[in-house]
Nanobody
Framework: QVQLVESGGGLVQTGGSLRLSCAASGRTLSSYGMGWFRQAPGEERKFVAAISWNGYSTEYADSVKGRFTISRDNAKNTVYLQMNSLKPEDTAVYYC??????????????????WGQGTQVTVSS
């Protein structure tokens, strides 16, 4: 079993930056594909970014390309999401997820077996 805990969310002004962390316990993530998703009030959960087990391959939603960067440190069992040039439309609860099967990472929610509890990101205009 894998437990994921997100941190680093908060309130930031438009144009600001935040770095989210997702720390895992219970099992090493070194062979798992990892992803970040977000859910705004009244909306479905949506894909943000994914990274392969070794960090060599990444994928981003069009809405965050060039602004967000996903990375991982397998030695620390942690995945990160660096968010720059934040916009009010980035406001959401951000979730990290782990996939033992899709080790290359995936944009599809059903491909992930483990989820964190989420961290709130609010971008003020």
């Amino acid at each position: 079993q894998v437990q994921l805990v997100e941190s680093g969310g908060g309130l930031v002004q438009t144009g600001g930056s935040l770095r989210l962390s997702c720390a895992a316990s219970g099992r090493t993530l070194s062979s798992y594909g990892m992803g970040w998703f977000r859910q705004a009030p009244g909306e479905e959960r949506k894909f943000v970014a994914a990274i392969s087990w070794n960090g060599y391959s990444t994928e981003y939603a069009d809405s965050v390309k060039g602004r967000f960067t996903i990375s991982r440190d397998n030695a620390k069992n942690t995945v990160y999401l660096q968010m720059n040039s934040l916009k009010p439309e980035d406001t959401a609860v951000y979730y990290c997820a782990a996939s033992p099967r899709y080790y290359a990472g995936s944009s599809s929610i059903p491909h992930y077996a483990y989820w964190g509890q989420g961290t709130q990101v609010t971008v003020s205009s």
